[in-house]
């Protein structure tokens, strides 16, 4: 089982950058496909990459493609989200996610991912 802790949340200005962390505490780091959701107030938790085992194969919502970039580091148990170029609409609570699901890593659904963390706000202003 893996603890998941994010961190580097906050307050930037759009056209900015913000980077997101996410420690993986216990457990194998790269036993699981990572992914990252976000939750915006009223709306339902939605996709917003995913990260196979390896780091090498990455998939993204075409709302933050080419402007977010998901990475990891498995020798240091931890994820990233590097946002560039954010938008007010890009404000919310941001969750990385972990699952244990074997073959693609293109999981964008919330029922494929097994362990959540507490989330992180993130706040765009314009």
């Known amino acids: 089982q893996v603890q998941l802790v994010e961190s580097g949340g906050g307050l930037v200005q759009a056209g900015g950058s913000l980077r997101l962390s996410c420690a993986a505490l216990r457990g194998t780091f790269s036993d699981y496909v990572m992914g990252w959701f976000r939750q915006a107030p009223g709306k339902e938790r939605e996709f917003v990459a995913a990260?196979?085992?390896?780091?090498?194969?990455?998939y993204y919502a075409d709302s933050v493609k080419g402007r977010f970039t998901i990475s990891r580091d498995n020798a240091k148990n931890t994820g990233y989200l590097q946002m560039n170029s954010p938008e007010p609409e890009d404000t919310a609570v941001y969750y990385c996610?972990?699952?244990?699901?074997?073959?693609?890593?293109?999981?964008?659904?919330?029922?494929?991912?097994?362990?959540w963390g507490q989330g992180t706000q993130v706040t765009v202003s314009s």
């Open positions: 990260i196979s085992r390896s780091g090498v194969n990455t």
């Open positions: 996610s972990a699952s244990r699901k074997i073959g693609s890593s293109r999981l964008s659904q919330k029922s494929e991912y097994d362990y």
